[in-house]
């Protein structure tokens, strides 16, 4: 296998890479997302700085064996179609595939981010060589991916590994979906920051960090947790607590051999979250599952959006 080109289009930033099967990256970029309206007119200028990605890896068009486009949902996978992106004006209902297909004449995969990224550690990071990973990150929201059986799992319209809208507290606190309880609710970065907002003493040290109780968010709260603030390590506790529930649920439904935390719990670390999180979810699980299953930091860090892309290029190409 050859010469993988990836992109990872978020929000407010598109990540480009060209890379090989091992992982490796041969050249990178990152840029604002600037949307024009004209999402088949972005496309196209998009193709230009590939083609000019590739030639600075040393490589050639031809080299070229596949390029993976890591996408916010919702999308549709087998047909290659962005259906309505909600921060990408101009992007609805676009053939990314086929667009791109015909601008660089080789096979185009797309995938939802969450799905992308799971790929990603699977491929190159702590999931590697397992057949059964679900994949978690509590950034701003809550993402999941899934791998069953050595296959990334999508669901209909991709969207299964929607773990953030799991519900784990019946008419519990409101979520950003519009319904109430999700695990996302508790968990997902906007949301925490949101309850910190209210529940923060003006005397702690996440106050301190933040400047103020307005402007308190997990890194604050992880911060001085680190620096032994009895109200960050109670208020981490919690934290820790329903990501604990969330993966309880899911080691019952998908007995997974691995379950990859990416964010806020790869920040926090192995003391103040990783450990106590795994210890909870042994209580709660039955003992041959527990042996079964690990709890690990996501591995990739700042190069996830590179491999993420790089991720779902192989990933086409292996599924065939």
């Known amino acids: 296998m050859g010469v993988l080109v990836g992109i990872d289009v978020g929000g407010t930033k598109i990540a480009c890479a060209v890379g090989d099967a091992s992982g490796r990256l041969l050249a990178t970029v990152r840029r604002p997302t600037r949307p024009s309206g004209d999402g088949a007119a972005d496309l196209a200028e998009l193709a230009g700085s590939?083609?000019?990605?590739?030639?600075?890896?040393?490589c050639e068009p031809a080299d070229v064996d596949a390029i993976g486009v890591s996408l916010p949902?919702?999308?549709?996978?087998?047909?290659?179609?962005?259906?309505?992106?909600?921060?990408?004006p101009g992007w609805h209902d676009l053939p990314v595939r086929d667009l791109l297909t015909d601008a660089f004449s080789v096979p185009v995969f797309i995938e939802n981010d969450a799905n992308a990224a799971a790929l990603a550690e699977w491929h190159f990071g702590a999931a590697r060589g397992y057949e059964h990973v679900v994949y978690l990150t509590m950034s701003t929201g809550v993402g999941g991916g899934l791998i069953l059986g050595g296959r990334l799992h999508r669901g209909v319209l991709a969207s299964a590994g929607e773990i953030g809208h799991m519900p784990i507290e019946w008419d519990g606190a409101p979520c950003a979906c519009g319904r109430r309880g999700c695990f996302e609710a508790y968990v997902g970065g906007a949301a925490w920051a949101q309850r910190l907002r209210v529940v923060t003493p003006a005397t702690s040290r996440a106050a301190a960090l933040a400047g103020g109780v307005a402007g308190v968010t997990a890194r604050h709260l992880v911060a001085a947790a680190r620096e032994g603030d009895a109200f960050a390590l109670e208020e981490l506790h919690r934290w820790n607590d329903y990501v604990a529930r969330g993966i309880t649920s899911l080691a019952f439904v998908l007995a997974p051999q691995v379950v990859v935390l990416g964010?806020?719990?790869?920040?926090?670390?192995?003391?103040l979250s990783l450990a106590p999180i795994r210890a909870r979810v042994a209580e709660r699980i039955w003992p041959f599952l527990a042996e079964r299953l690990q709890i690990l930091p996501a591995a990739l860090g700042d190069s996830l959006p590179h491999h993420a892309a790089i991720g779902v290029a192989l990933e086409g190409l292996r599924a065939g």
């Open 50 to 58: 590939l083609r000019d990605l590739v030639a600075e890896a040393g």
């Open 73 to 88: 949902g919702p999308l549709d996978p087998d047909r290659g179609v962005l259906l309505d992106p909600p921060n990408l």
């Open 263 to 271: 964010t806020i719990a790869t920040a926090a670390g192995e003391a």
